[in-house]
C-alpha cells in the first residue's frame, strides 16, 4: 500500500510522493520500464484500453508506468490534478502556445521571460497569425493594458530569468480569468518547494525540469502541472499527438534528482541569503537583485507568494561590461555555463549568452542590461563560494 501523503510537510513529499508501479517483486527503487510498447491480452483488451473503456497501457508516447509515477509525484508538489513530462522545457512551453493559442488570437507574457520562450512566440507562432505582447508583468497596470478581448493566454514567469523581477500571481490569475484566459506560471525558479501557483489561482504550473527538478546537470526535461481535469485533458491530447513527451529513462533519472530536492533548495538558498547580502555590502558592486533582500522591490511580495527566496541572484558590478568579464573569466567554483538549479553553482552573462537572441532594444527595454552577470548558486561551502568572489571582485 502506498504512503497517504495528506497533510504531510513538502521534505516527506519530496521522498515518497509517486506511487511505485512494481506491484510483484516490491522493489523500492521505481523501475524503468524501457519499452516503447504494450502488449494486449486479446483483441477486446487492446480495443477496450484505446477507447478507454479499460485503463492500461498502450505505446510509451501515451503512457508509461516510470514516467507516469514521475508525473504523479511532481502532481503531488504543486498540489495539482495531473502532470505531464514533456522532452524539454521548451517542449512544456511550446505545448502551452499550441494548446491555449490559434490564428486571431493573442498571448500577453513577461517581457523577461526566458530567451527562446519569447522568441519561439515573437519567431515562429507569429508565422501561425498568433499575436503577442510582452511586457513588465511586474507592472499590473502593464497587464490589464495590454489584455485584449481576443487574449486567450497570459504567461508569466517569476521570478523572471535573468530580472529576478516577481510577478503577483493571485492578482494575474484573477485579470486572465475576468478575460477569459487562462493563466500559466514558469515556476522553474523557485521549483514547487517554494511556490505553489495552482494554490494561487494558476490554471497550468510548468517546470523546465532541467533545472532545479533534476537538479544534477545531466538532464533535460519540462512538465506541466494543471490544476483542473479539464486542462489536463486538454493539454494531454496535445502533447500526446504532438509527440514531445518525455522518455522512460529520463523519467527514471529525474525521479531520482528530485528526491533530494528540498534538501538542495535549502541549501543553495541559505547560500544565496548570505553571498546577496555580502553582494550588496561591497564596493565594486553596483546593484544586486535577490528577492531575499530588503532592497528587492518586490520583497513584500516575495514573502507574500513564495515559500523562500531561492536560489538565483542577479547583479551588475562598476565598470559594466568589462569588469563582469572579470568575475566571469577569474571565479574558480562557480562554473562559467548556462543553466541553473544544479547542485554546482553556475555563471553566466544574459546579453551574450542565454538572452542573446532577443534584439537588444527588446532585451534593455525588459532591463536585461549588458552588464547584468547572473549567478545560480549552488551546495557548495558559503565560506569558500564567498572567498572566491572576493579574489575575483579584487581584480577589477
Ligand atoms: N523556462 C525557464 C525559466 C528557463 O530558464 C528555461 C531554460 C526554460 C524554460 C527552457 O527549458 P529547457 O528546454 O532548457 O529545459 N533556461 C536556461 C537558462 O537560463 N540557461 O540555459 C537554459
Avoid at 508569466?156 to 529576478?164: G, L, M, Y
Avoid at 514573502?303 to 569588469?323: C, N, R
Avoid at 547542485?343 to 527588446?362: F, G, R, V, W
Wanted: charged share 20%; net charge negative; proline share 4%.
Amino acid at each position: 500500500m502506498s504512503l497517504d501523503l495528506k497533510g504531510k510537510g513538502i521534505n516527506t513529499r519530496v521522498t515518497h510522493a509517486g506511487k511505485n508501479p512494481d506491484t510483484v517483486h516490491g522493489s523500492v527503487g521505481v523501475p524503468i520500464y524501457q519499452t516503447s510498447t504494450f502488449k494486449f491480452r486479446d483483441a477486446d483488451h487492446g480495443a477496450r484500453c484505446f477507447s478507454g473503456e479499460e485503463k492500461g497501457y498502450i505505446y510509451t508516447r501515451i503512457g508509461n508506468p516510470t514516467i507516469n509515477t514521475f508525473e504523479e509525484a511532481v502532481t503531488e508538489l504543486e498540489q495539482g490534478f495531473g502532470g505531464i513530462a514533456t522532452a524539454s522545457g521548451m517542449a512544456a512551453v511550446c505545448a502551452i502556445y499550441m494548446t491555449y493559442l490559434s490564428a486571431g488570437s493573442h498571448m500577453v507574457g513577461t517581457d523577461a521571460v526566458y530567451g527562446s520562450s519569447r522568441m519561439v512566440m515573437e519567431n515562429e507562432f507569429s508565422r501561425f497569425g498568433v499575436e503577442s505582447s510582452f511586457v513588465d508583468t511586474a507592472d499590473l497596470d502593464q497587464v490589464r493594458n495590454a489584455m485584449r478581448p481576443d487574449t486567450t493566454l497570459l504567461f508569466i514567469e517569476t521570478p523572471a530569468n535573468p530580472t529576478i523581477k516577481l510577478t503577483d500571481i493571485a492578482a494575474c490569475a484573477k485579470i486572465a480569468h475576468e478575460h477569459g484566459a487562462v493563466l500559466v506560471v514558469d515556476n522553474t525558479f523557485m521549483s514547487p518547494v517554494l511556490q505553489n501557483p495552482l494554490k494561487l489561482g494558476a490554471d497550468v504550473s510548468l517546470h523546465s525540469i532541467t533545472k532545479y527538478i533534476n537538479g544534477h546537470t545531466d538532464v533535460v526535461g519540462g512538465v506541466l502541472i494543471t490544476r483542473t481535469e479539464d486542462e489536463f485533458v486538454r493539454l494531454k491530447s496535445v502533447i500526446n499527438s504532438t509527440g514531445g513527451t518525455m522518455d522512460p529513462h529520463q523519467s527514471w533519472l529525474v525521479l531520482r534528482g528530485m528526491r533530494t530536492l528540498s534538501l538542495r533548495v535549502e541549501r543553495g538558498e541559505q547560500n544565496a541569503q548570505k553571498l546577496a547580502e555580502y553582494l550588496e555590502a561591497h564596493p565594486r558592486i553596483e546593484w544586486v537583485r535577490y528577492p531575499g533582500l530588503k532592497s528587492h522591490p518586490q520583497h513584500d511580495l516575495a514573502k507574500q507568494q513564495m515559500l523562500g527566496f531561492g536560489s538565483m541572484i542577479s547583479f551588475e558590478v562598476k565598470g559594466g561590461v568589462e569588469a563582469g568579464k572579470t568575475i566571469l573569466n577569474n571565479v574558480k567554483i562557480p562554473q562559467l555555463a548556462v543553466s541553473l538549479g544544479g547542485y554546482e553553482s553556475l555563471i553566466q552573462h544574459p546579453a551574450s549568452m542565454t538572452h542573446h537572441n532577443i534584439p537588444k532594444d527588446k532585451r534593455l527595454a525588459a532591463d536585461i542590461t549588458d552588464g547584468l552577470v547572473r549567478f545560480a548558486v549552488g551546495t557548495e561551502d558559503l565560506a569558500d563560494l564567498q572567498a572566491d568572489l572576493e579574489q575575483a571582485l579584487a581584480l577589477i
